[in-house]
């Protein structure tokens, strides 16, 4: 088993050298996950799935405070659904695997695998609307999609994922508006309170907005190779689909009038960006509000002290846990406490507890922060109290630290050559006017591979011309590249 288990603490690639390399070896070494014989997926190995856990916990908590119920609708969606939106078909057909035979029989009507389910919950909606009565209808569903991908980066874009789609509908279109900033906003305390990963929240361009929606919101992250990652998203759908479904309520007026609809989700991906935003060069760094173990406690000293140590580890490990923290011990004598230490910081785990000999007779233990590696010495009978704290500093701390490293990264530009230069040399969110025009967005696009992330609600400045036409800008937009 003690051979088995070295494969984690070998050396990692420098995330400077080969940031794409860093990434793969720190999900396997770490244990997070493992490949599948189908191309594209993957396995959630525990600890990856405890914190999606906590995802789901978390923000199902908000959903429920907020009025949403949680339903399951089909995997298997009908193609003629598809055909009732034109623009979302469009926008997913690509991606699209399909069922046409079952049972040996070959089906009537093709079935595409869920990669997202406006289609079959406008066809639900459309039969158990009848009233205003009926409305708001707000739920949300926890399900996996299907999204046959041709470039694949295990958490950040498989061909299967897990991930959690609201819909609602409304009576009114200030209604659904008012719902899709409620889903950005809670969407954004999460991600920053328990991911500890700011974000920049702001509206897709029309060429970026989802498939079918009018309106398309975002929260954008930064990577630590200067990439932006889409966090989660909130889309206004009009009535774009109630009119493809027919969903049509009874209004107190007596007047037959489509609702207004919203969808909105974020994924597994969060764990990708979690990785890729906090991660060092010895491996995973996990925000405590998230990390599956926060706290591991390792006896060390010699042979004859050791039943004594463990005793008081032990000790230690069950008041921890009846005070709910995330604790695990490991009190295994066939591997060297380094060897240990190196280990579960490539896991992450926020604070390593040490207790020797030395410390029994001082009556203290020695905490070391993964974050910062600073170690502080703290009597047994205030670990009660120091401990909790502790986990709150470090999580502001990662949280205040990625703000540092966007603020470093990010730029303003006003022209297509400061914008290029920025991206290709230093790398990183670049600020820049856009006119408005689709052409001018696809000029900056083609010239250094960047795509227009959103256009920020508070933006740190306003250009006044098109970075590409010079023309006077009528937005800021934040360009990056992007995962």
């Given at each position: 088993?003690?051979?088995?288990?070295?494969?984690?603490?070998?050396?990692?690639?420098?995330?400077?050298?080969?940031?794409?390399?860093?990434?793969?070896?720190?999900?396997?070494?770490?244990?997070?996950?493992?490949?599948s014989?189908?191309?594209?997926?993957?396995?959630?190995?525990?600890d990856s799935?405890?914190?999606?856990?906590?995802?789901?916990?978390?923000?199902?908590?908000?959903f429920?405070r907020?009025?949403?119920?949680?339903?399951y609708?089909?995997?298997?969606?009908?193609?003629?659904?598809?055909?009732?939106?034109?623009?979302?078909?469009?926008?997913?057909?690509?991606?699209?695997?399909?069922?046409?035979?079952?049972?040996?029989?070959?089906?009537?009507e093709?079935?595409?695998?869920?990669p997202?389910?406006?289609?079959?919950?406008?066809?639900?909606?459309?039969?158990?609307?009848?009233?205003?009565?009926?409305?708001p209808?707000?739920?949300?569903?926890?399900?996996?999609v299907?999204?046959?991908?041709?470039?694949?980066?295990?958490?950040?874009?498989?061909?299967?994922?897990?991930?959690?789609?609201?819909?609602?509908?409304?009576?009114?279109?200030?209604?659904?508006?008012?719902?899709?900033?409620?889903m950005?906003?809670?969407?954004?305390?999460?991600v920053?309170?328990?991911?500890a990963?700011?974000v920049?929240?702001?509206?897709?361009?029309?060429?970026?907005?989802?498939?079918?929606?009018?309106?398309?919101?975002?929260?954008?992250?930064?990577?630590?190779?200067?990439?932006?990652?889409?966090?989660?998203?909130?889309?206004?759908?009009?009535?774009?689909?109630?009119?493809?479904?027919?969903?049509q309520?009874?209004?107190?007026?007596?007047?037959?009038?489509?609702?207004?609809?919203?969808?909105?989700?974020?994924s597994?991906?969060?764990?990708?960006?979690?990785?890729?935003?906090h991660g060092?060069?010895r491996g995973?760094?996990?925000?405590?509000k998230?990390a599956?173990?926060?706290v591991v406690?390792?006896?060390?000293?010699?042979?004859?002290?050791?039943?004594a140590?463990?005793?008081?580890?032990?000790?230690?490990?069950?008041?921890?846990?009846?005070?709910?923290?995330?604790?695990?011990?490991?009190?295994?004598d066939?591997v060297?406490?380094?060897?240990?230490?190196?280990?579960?910081e490539?896991?992450?785990?926020?604070?390593?507890?040490?207790?020797?000999?030395?410390?029994?007779?001082?009556?203290?233990?020695?905490?070391?922060r993964r974050?910062?590696?600073?170690?502080?010495?703290?009597?047994?009978?205030?670990l009660?109290?120091?401990?909790?704290?502790?986990?709150?500093?470090?999580?502001?701390?990662?949280?205040?630290?990625?703000?540092?490293?966007?603020?470093?990264?990010?730029?303003?530009?006003?022209?297509?050559?400061?914008l290029?230069?920025?991206?290709?040399?230093?790398?990183?969110?670049?600020?820049?006017?856009?006119?408005?025009?689709?052409a001018?967005?696809?000029?900056v696009?083609?010239?250094?591979?960047?795509?227009s992330?959103?256009?920020?609600?508070?933006?740190?400045?306003?250009p006044?011309?098109?970075?590409?036409?010079?023309?006077?800008?009528?937005?800021?937009?934040?360009?990056?590249?992007?995962?």
């Amino acid at each position: 088993m003690a051979k088995e288990n070295k494969a984690f603490v070998k050396e990692i690639t420098p995330q400077s050298e080969d940031f794409s390399r860093w990434y793969l070896d720190v999900i396997q070494k770490a244990d997070l996950m493992d490949y599948s014989p189908v191309r594209g997926c993957i396995v959630f190995k525990p600890d990856s799935y405890e914190i999606w856990e906590t995802c789901q916990r978390e923000l199902d908590k908000e959903f429920k405070r907020t009025g949403h119920r949680n339903a399951y609708f089909p995997l298997f969606i009908p193609e003629s659904f598809f055909q009732k939106e034109k623009e979302h078909v469009e926008g997913f057909n690509p991606e699209l695997p399909w069922v046409t035979e079952a049972g040996g029989d070959k089906l009537e009507e093709r079935l595409a695998i869920r990669p997202t389910s406006e289609t079959m919950i406008g066809h639900m909606y459309a039969q158990w609307i009848q009233s205003y009565r009926d409305l708001p209808l707000l739920l949300n569903q926890w399900a996996n999609v299907v999204r046959w991908e041709k470039r694949t980066m295990p958490f950040l874009r498989t061909s299967e994922f897990l991930w959690q789609e609201g819909h609602t509908a409304h009576a009114t279109e200030d209604e659904a508006r008012e719902e899709t900033m409620q889903m950005l906003d809670i969407y954004t305390k999460f991600v920053e309170e328990f991911l500890a990963i700011p974000v920049i929240r702001g509206q897709k361009t029309p060429s970026e907005k989802f498939a079918g929606a009018v309106d398309t919101y975002s929260i954008e992250a930064i990577m630590k190779d200067g990439k932006a990652l889409q966090a989660g998203t909130s889309h206004y759908l009009g009535q774009n689909f109630a009119k493809g479904f027919e969903i049509q309520y009874l209004d107190k007026d007596n007047q037959l009038k489509f609702v207004y609809t919203t969808s909105w989700g974020v994924s597994t991906r969060m764990l990708g960006a979690l990785i890729m935003v906090h991660g060092d060069d010895r491996g995973l760094v996990l925000p405590p509000k998230v990390a599956p173990t926060q706290v591991v406690i390792i006896p060390i000293g010699p042979q004859k002290a050791r039943e004594a140590v463990v005793t008081a580890a032990t000790e230690i490990y069950e008041k921890l846990r009846s005070s709910d923290i995330r604790v695990r011990m490991d009190a295994r004598d066939d591997v060297s406490p380094g060897w240990k230490f190196n280990e579960y910081e490539m896991r992450g785990i926020p604070v390593r507890l040490e207790i020797g000999p030395r410390d029994l007779e001082n009556q203290q233990v020695v905490l070391v922060r993964r974050d910062t590696g600073e170690k502080t010495f703290v009597p047994l009978d205030e670990l009660d109290t120091t401990l909790p704290k502790l986990l709150d500093e470090i999580q502001h701390a990662m949280f205040e630290a990625a703000k540092s490293f966007r603020a470093e990264h990010s730029y303003v530009a006003n022209t297509l050559e400061e914008l290029t230069n920025y991206i290709d040399e230093k790398r990183g969110f670049v600020l820049a006017g856009w006119c408005g025009d689709d052409a001018c967005e696809r000029a900056v696009k083609d010239a250094c591979s960047a795509t227009s992330r959103n256009i920020p609600f508070d933006p740190p400045a306003r250009p006044s011309q098109c970075v590409t036409c010079g023309q006077p800008a009528k937005h800021a937009v934040w360009f990056a590249k992007s995962y």
